[in-house]
């Protein structure tokens, strides 16, 4: 019988940057995310990245960061549109549409 009706992965997803540094912190030899090369250092790379959007659109840096860090794991990996298709960008450069651009 589990203690709690959360599940490890529903855990982790619900993370927030002020957990991670209290993590860091308290038990400094524990990865948070070991197995996840999409979590980690690059995850605290796309909070900064949230801080400066925020500081882009007249966020105040205190505000920036604190809305950064308070974002769940599942928000922030979310926060940013999906990159284009490489074959995507190349059909649209090659398309007539693309030619009209240039």
């Known amino acids: ?3 709690t009706e959360i599940t490890q992965t529903d855990l982790v997803k619900s993370i927030t940057g002020y957990d991670e540094l209290a993590v860091e912190k308290f038990f400094p030899d524990v990865d948070l995310f070991p197995d996840d ?3 980690g250092k690059p995850l605290r790379y796309m909070r900064a990245l949230v801080f400066v959007h925020k500081r882009h659109d007249k966020v105040k840096d205190a505000e920036a960061v604190h809305q950064a860090l308070e974002m769940p794991v599942r928000v922030v990996t979310d926060y940013f ?3 284009p ?3 995507v960008a190349d059909e649209l450069a090659e ?3 693309g ?3 240039q």
């Open 37 to 39: 090369e999409k979590l």
């Open 81 to 83: 549109a999906d990159e």
């Open 95 to 97: 398309s007539d549409l």
């Open 1 to 3: 019988m589990s203690s």
């Open 99 to 101: 030619k009209a651009e």
């Open 85 to 87: 298709d490489d074959d």
